[in-house]
């Protein structure tokens, strides 16, 4: 039997950075061993899971090109996928542990569990449950059930034990049984609990690896008891690092967007999102940073996994976004930035000629160097469909009070009616020309037009801002600027 892995997540809200880059990488080492990976929801709780967050979590896979072979909307053999559709099955596993002894029915109330958890903090145990209902008599057991308590089923830990763990990642990691009061497996209403539902999944499911969040390995041993106590072998555990903000603390919403369609939103591209968060605790071997999917599945491996935490740093990710930025057609890149634009109420749909198309193409095409994800074009448009008067403020209202810009406009507007073409070329020699005609450095001739068409200091290139922009509107912006600004 090869690799099988799995993505588990709970679908209790969007799809994380972390939930995503736990997903990449099982992905990635099934690919890598031509394995087969599996996509299952963990929706036993019922309050906080929807179908609506599952399927915002399967979307934002497909988007990342995350594909399954086996799971939720694509079947396999050992469905279902969904928790919530197999109780059955747990069942099945629930009478096989009460049967041979290795969990038990506890009545204990809530209340009762408070005061023991109360009372152990007050002696400073650790708080753990204790075992009161660890040796009920059928007798004592019928007393319970006439008092109409609904019993919990407990697994029973076993005393003295010390649990190992392989960790592909972190080695070999200890932790002593007697630590772990006897815990919760199903629950009063019938639901299993997380550690025992996830047992009965990997086992049935057949997986040989869990590739998980750090944040899982307390409940490690928890699992290993219960596959033990089933006679079944554990999968092989690898659980790859937190993920921790570049001041060192917990990823928060306040350190940028967590869910992965809110890049998505934003303009990144997916194959930045899936380089970037290959990146996140694992590292390739040589000087090369950038890997599409492809690549990655080529060259992933657990050891290059990293035990120390993955730093999230948005800074190294919009450089990983602009090079993909850089790579992608101009009409793929205009299609994505198209919405972030008409969020301005610009370019509106079904108003738009195949004019206006070919005129955002070429706009994409003279910013698109200079942005990091596609609603920066928001920061570059309005130097074309903001409204006249410009409002040149600070030292771009300073760079139109030199002397010679009166001198340097009015020749400008000389070249620009003789430009028939008014094409980027046409237009760099014409700047060019200006500067020897007027004898001034580039700078005391660039600067002022700049202002005087755009309002700022900086922006896309003068010989794309010209084309773009168009006669009218240069000629327009000329006139008003001179009017207001120039004596
Ligand atoms: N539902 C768990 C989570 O979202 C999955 C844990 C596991 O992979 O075992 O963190």
Redesign the pocket.
């Known amino acids: 039997m090869g690799i099988r892995v799995?993505?588990?997540?709970?679908p209790t809200g969007p799809l994380h950075i972390g939930?995503a880059r736990?997903a990449l990488f099982n992905y990635l080492w099934a690919r890598r061993n031509k394995g087969t990976f599996i996509v299952r929801s963990?929706d036993t709780d019922l309050e906080r899971s929807s179908r609506e967050s599952e399927h915002n979590i399967l979307e934002a896979l497909r988007w990342l090109n995350i594909q399954w072979d086996e799971g939720i909307e694509v079947g396999g053999e050992h469905g279902p996928y969904r928790q919530t559709d197999r109780l059955a099955l747990y069942q099945d596993y629930t009478n096989k542990l009460l049967n041979s002894g290795h969990a038990y029915y506890c009545y204990c109330t809530e209340e009762e569990l408070e005061q023991e958890r109360q009372a152990l903090i007050a002696k400073g145990e650790t708080p753990r449950y204790l075992g009161k209902c660890r040796h009920l008599t059928s007798e004592q057991r019928a007393v319970l059930e006439t008092e109409a308590r609904k019993p919990v089923v407990r697994f029973r830990v076993p005393e003295g034990q010390a649990i190992h763990i392989e960790d592909q990642v972190r080695g070999d990691v200890v932790f002593e049984s007697d630590g772990i009061g006897d815990y919760v497996i199903v629950k009063s209403d019938g639901i299993p609990t997380?550690n025992f539902a996830?047992v009965v999944d990997d086992t049935t499911m057949n997986i040989t690896h869990?590739i998980?969040?750090e944040?899982?390995l307390s409940?490690t041993p928890r699992q290993v008891l219960i596959y033990q106590a089933l006679g079944l072998s554990a999968p092989t555990f690898a659980h790859i690092s937190l993920i921790l903000n570049t001041e060192g603390g917990k990823m928060s919403k306040r350190d940028g967007d967590t869910a992965v369609m809110d890049y998505q939103k934003k303009g990144y591209l997916p194959e930045a999102i899936v380089n970037f968060i290959a990146l996140l605790g694992w590292a390739p071997s040589g000087e090369e940073e950038f890997y599409t999917l492809d690549e990655l599945a080529e060259v992933f491996s657990l050891d290059r996994v990293s035990k120390s935490p993955a730093v999230f740093d948005i800074q190294k990710l919009n450089y990983i976004n602009a090079h993909y930025i850089k790579e992608a057609s101009l009409e793929r890149l205009a299609e994505l930035a198209l919405p972030h634009v008409q969020e301005m109420g610009i370019l509106p749909p079904g108003e738009r000629s195949a004019e206006q198309q070919q005129w955002f193409i070429s706009f994409i095409e003279a910013i698109f160097e200079k942005i990091a994800y596609l609603a920066e074009v928001k920061d570059f448009i309005h130097y074309f469909y903001g409204g006249v008067p410009l409002k040149p403020e600070g030292e771009a209202l300073e760079v139109l009070r030199g002397e010679q810009v009166p001198a340097v406009l009015a020749l400008f507007r000389e070249k620009i009616r003789e430009d028939e073409l008014l094409s980027g070329t046409t237009v760099k020699v014409l700047l060019k020309q200006m500067t020897k005609e007027l004898k001034l450095g580039g700078k005391f001739v660039y600067m002022p037009v700049r202002v005087a068409l755009t309002g700022q200091m900086h922006g896309p290139e003068l010989y794309d801002v010209i084309p773009l922009l168009g006669r009218e509107n240069v000629l327009e912006r000329l006139e008003v600027t001179e009017k207001r600004y120039l004596k």
């Open positions: 799995r993505f588990a997540p709970s939930g736990s963990e997380y996830v869990v998980r969040g944040e899982h409940n």
